[in-house]
């Protein structure tokens, strides 16, 4: 964590009514009722749905838009013995949603590959080598997954060798639709599918609960494969509300009771120390980067041959050099970042924005360094290499910014660019270079405000210490899996006395927590916040923003506090 203090924002009071007449209805205490009337539930029935999701709770797929073609089409292809290809993008919630699709029909048609392209010699979505390479062994039939929603031209060539794509996609669709035999995006403006923020392999898993419906076959046959699912919801980012949220539950289930032999896999070479109680955070942090490693490394194709391996020996060779992969990138990723930060210390330390070039710096990772050096300098950050004579770049925005907005004024100076508010990539000439790191600070100093530049810190609720007990925090456990729009709540107290501070190894501060007014204590840590241990020392009363957690120690569990912020 960096050393900046955060801007708390408390989010608004729900309305007390709602939360008394909920807390009422499930026999709860009005905080955590609080709690979920914040995320939208409001009745008996919401709470039960929130708390208790099952495989009954997920949607019709044959209410999304073109579900009813795709599935025709599939089912024809397996019944004439067509040759089917299952195509997907080179990051988590590709590579899982080709696994789960091509895992799950090679039970029933041998006359099926997958197909996922090179991160730098192809890039992003459908690629003209992959419809040529198609065309020519045979393949009839192209599912395409978590994208092709704007491949209108590839499509249409496609077309003219004879391919038809059944397009499986989550990102906002274009004003133009490509004109392929079916496509499912939840996203559509004319689909009224229930649920608009499925992931890339979550479209996939509707459309093969759509063939198991047309054809008879058990939805217990999918279940092995729900583990893919929580993978992609967690890795992509996207809400862990509604549809998302019962396949996150139930796939984190089939994860920790009976994974999949790649998954079995990775998680060996993560090393947990309980393997069978994994959770979100567990897969975006420990299994996520794993998979990622293979396409920024080697090629993307490994990781999907990994997560469909049939035996645990397969698997563990596989995993063992996708760890590999990842140990690399960790390397690659480390030196990169110090060599940034370096240069912004150097250079550009009272910049709005961070524009940093070296040719040598591996392309497969610079998104990333630019996510660490907004943590370290909070500002909309571009992080460019060489690739092929051309300059290739990452940006990463912060909270309020529109980094395509910016990133569009500056359009002229671009071979290319696309991404949305938050993440961008791009092309240029190297000649252009000064002159993009010259219009890119100018926009931004223009479009970004004092309170864009301080990072913010989301407050669920004030709490008083003595609330605080065991029982009430395995209710809270029960708000998991957490996520974008169900975030591990971050509560506040005030008054807080800090007793016996000290610093751990360096970099931790531990404190016990003591509330005016109330009984009880807490012991409370802050990983890298050993810079707060003078002005610790020197405060009697504090303000706490905290994570609840728990801490065992020989046979005795008591409460801990994850300190995510101080105020003096």
């Known amino acids: 964590m960096s050393q900046t203090n955060f801007r708390w924002i408390h989010k608004p009071n729900p309305n007390p009514a709602?939360?008394?007449?909920?807390?009422?209805?499930?026999?709860?205490?009005?905080?955590?009722?609080?709690?979920?009337?914040?995320?939208?539930i409001e009745t008996f029935e919401e709470a039960k749905a929130f708390f208790r999701p099952d495989w009954t709770h997920l949607h019709d797929p044959l209410l999304m838009k073109d579900m009813p073609v795709a599935v025709e089409r599939l089912e024809r292809a397996l019944a004439q013995g067509e040759k089917i290809l299952i195509y997907g993008d080179y990051d988590v919630?590709?590579?899982?949603?080709?696994?789960?699709?091509?895992?799950?029909?090679?039970?029933?048609?041998?006359?099926?590959?997958?197909?996922?392209?090179?991160?730098?010699a192809e890039g992003y979505g459908i690629s003209w080598q992959s419809i040529e390479w198609a065309a020519k062994e045979g393949f009839s039939l192209i599912i395409a997954l978590d994208c092709g929603i704007k491949a209108v031209e590839l499509i249409l060539k496609a077309q003219g060798l004879g391919?038809?794509?059944?397009?499986?996609?989550?990102?906002?669709?274009a004003a133009d639709l490509p004109q392929a035999c079916a496509v499912l995006d939840p996203k559509r403006q004319?689909?009224?599918?229930?649920?608009?923020e499925l992931s890339g392999c979550g479209v996939g898993f509707k459309l093969l609960q759509g063939l198991c419906l047309k054809m008879g076959w058990p939805l217990e046959q999918l279940y092995p494969w729900a583990g893919l699912c929580a993978l992609s919801i967690a890795a992509d980012i996207v809400?862990?509300?509604?549809?998302?949220?019962?396949?996150?539950?139930?796939?984190?289930?089939?994860?920790?009771?009976?994974?999949?032999?790649?998954?079995?896999?990775?998680?060996?070479?993560a090393g947990f120390k309980n393997p069978q109680a994994l959770n979100i955070r567990n897969l975006v942090f420990g299994i996520a980067p794993r998979i990622n490693a293979a396409g920024r490394i080697e090629h993307a194709r490994k990781a999907v041959q990994l997560l469909v391996s049939q035996t645990a020996e397969e698997a563990e060779a596989l995993a063992a050099q996708i760890d590999q992969n990842n140990q690399?990138?960790?390397?690659?990723?480390?030196?990169?970042?110090?060599?940034?930060?370096?240069?912004?210390?150097?250079?550009?330390?009272?910049?709005?924005a961070t524009v940093l070039f070296k040719p040598d710096w591996h392309k497969g990772v610079i998104g990333i360094v630019a996510s660490r050096c907004i943590e370290h300098y909070y500002r909309p950050t571009v992080i460019l290499t060489e690739h092929e004579g051309k300059l290739t770049g990452s940006a990463r925005s912060i909270r309020g910014f529109d980094l395509y907005e910016a990133l569009s004024q500056?359009?002229?100076?671009?071979?290319?660019?696309?991404?949305?508010?938050?993440?961008?990539?791009?092309?240029?000439?190297?000649?252009?270079?000064?002159?993009f790191r010259e219009r890119f600070e100018r926009v931004t100093a223009e479009l970004t405000t004092a309170e864009m530049r301080q990072p913010v810190l989301e407050i669920d609720l004030e709490l008083k210490f003595d609330f605080l007990t065991l029982k009430r925090w395995q209710v809270l456990q029960q708000f998991a899996p957490f996520g974008p729009e169900n975030m591990t709540p971050v509560f506040c107290s005030t008054q807080v006395m800090a007793l016996y501070p000290k610093i751990i190894n360096e970099r931790h501060l531990k404190f016990m927590a003591k509330q005016e007014g109330c009984s009880a204590t807490y012991d409370v840590i802050g990983f890298d916040m050993a810079h707060y241990y003078e002005q610790v020392l020197q405060?009697?009363?504090?303000?706490?923003?905290?994570?609840?957690?728990?801490?065992?120690?020989?046979?005795?569990?008591?409460?801990?506090?994850?300190?995510?912020?101080v105020k003096f």
Request: with cysteine; aromatic share 6%.
């Open 93 to 120: 919630d590709g590579t899982t949603a080709v696994a789960l699709v091509y895992g799950f029909l090679r039970q029933k048609t041998h006359h099926i590959a997958y197909y996922v392209p090179d991160r730098y």
């Open 539 to 565: 405060h009697k009363r504090l303000s706490i923003s905290y994570q609840i957690g728990e801490n065992t120690y020989q046979g005795n569990t008591s409460l801990q506090l994850y300190l995510k912020d």
């Open 328 to 352: 690399d990138r960790r390397l690659l990723d480390q030196r990169i970042t110090e060599e940034a930060l370096a240069m912004i210390a150097e250079e550009q330390v009272d910049k709005a």
């Open 410 to 435: 500056c359009h002229d100076l671009m071979l290319q660019f696309g991404g949305h508010r938050h993440a961008a990539g791009m092309t240029l000439l190297p000649e252009n270079l000064p002159a």
């Open 18 to 40: 709602k939360v008394q007449a909920l807390a009422q209805a499930i026999n709860l205490s009005e905080p955590l009722a609080a709690l979920l009337v914040q995320r939208g």
């Open 163 to 173: 391919l038809d794509y059944i397009i499986c996609d989550h990102h906002l669709p």
């Open 190 to 196: 004319d689909c009224n599918y229930p649920y608009k």
């Open 239 to 269: 809400p862990v509300t509604g549809e998302n949220r019962v396949l996150a539950t139930l796939g984190l289930n089939q994860i920790n009771q009976t994974p999949t032999p790649g998954l079995q896999a990775l998680i060996q070479v």
